[in-house]
C-alpha cells in the first residue's frame, strides 16, 4: 500500500508539473483570476443623498467570476470590533451605487452592519465593456462576487451575509439567492422581475408569441445595424413626460432627472441602456427556481406601485414559512428609493439580525 502511495504521488506531482508548466505558456490553459481592471473612481462625495457621521466610508473594488472588476461604496460602522454580519446592495436597474442603493448601504451601516453598494457590471465606475448592457447571467453574479469579496474579509462573519435589491435588482437578487447558498437573507425592495417585463410587456399585456418575434425580430436588425457602425445605440430614458402620461413615467422622471436623484453615471438619468441589452432576458426567466430558495426571503413593496404584482407573483412562487411581503401603505414604486420616512429601515434591521445569526 506504502508502495502505490509513493507511485500515486510521484505520478500526480509529475502530471502537476507539466500541467503548471503548459499553463504558464498557453494562456488558453491559465485558471488562475483574471487581473482586476484599473478602474476611475471619484474620491469626492458625490451622491445624491448626505454623508452620515456614524459611519465609515472607502471606495473598495472585486472582480466577478467573468473578470469584470467591480466598484463599490463600503460602509462600516465606527468603532467596529470584531467580525460583523454583512450587506451587498446594488439596484434600481439602471441606477448607480450614488442614489438608492447607497442610501440603504449607509442606513444599515448606521444599524451595525458591514455593507457595500456596487455599481454592476457595464455601469457606474465598475468595468466592463462595452458599456450599459444588462444581462440576466451576470448581473445575478455581480451579487455572488459581492458575496465573494466580503467573505474574505476579515470584519466579516462568512456565515451572515445577506444582500438587497432594489427594483430591478430585486430580482436579481432573488436569482442570486436561489443559487447561491452563502446568502443567508434577502431583500428585495419595490422589486421588478425584468425578464418578465421584457418577455411580457407591462401588466402582462403583451404575453404571446406573436409579441416576443417581434421584439426578437427588432433586437436582431439592431444588432445587425450596431455591427455595421460599430457602434451601439443607447435608448433614451425617462424624458419629460407628456401631461397625459401614466402617473408611474412622472414619478421616474421626478426622481431620475431632477435634482432629487439625477446623477450623471446613472443609465436612467441620461446615459441610456444599449437598445440591446434586453434580449438576453426574453429566454432567460431569472426567478425560474425561486421556489427552491431555503433561505429567507423579505419582499417590501408600495401598496400604489405600478409594479406590485411583480412583487405579489414572485412571492407566491416562494415556499417555506421564512419568506414574507411587506407592503407599505400608500407608497409608489419610487417612494422606496430614498424616502427614509417610508423605506421600513426597522424592519429590514429586524429582519437581517433575527436571520443573520
Known sequence: MANIRTIFVAVFSSLAVTASSQTDSNPNTNIGFAPEEKLVMTQEWDKTFPKSEKVNHQKVTFTN???ITLAADMYT?????GKLPAIAVSGPFGAVKEQSSGIYAQQLAERGFITIAFDPSFTGESGGHPRSVASPD???EDFSAAVDYLSNRSDVNPEQIGIIGICGWGGFAINAAANDPRIKATVASTMYDISRGTANGYFDASDNADS????????AAQRTEDYKQKEYARTEMNPKPAEEAPQFIKDYYDYYKTKRGFH???INSGIGWNKTSTLGFLNAPILAYSDEIQSAVLLI??????SLYFSEGAFKKLKGNNKELMIIPGAVHTDLYDKIDIIPFDKIELFFKENLK
Open 264 to 266: 450623471p453615471r446613472s
Open 212 to 219: 416576443r418575434n417581434k421584439m426578437r425580430r427588432d433586437l
Open 77 to 81: 460602522p465606527k468603532d467596529i470590533i
Open 138 to 140: 451576470i448581473n445575478t
Open 65 to 67: 467570476r467573468y473578470g
Open 301 to 306: 413593496h408600495g401598496e400604489k406601485a405600478h
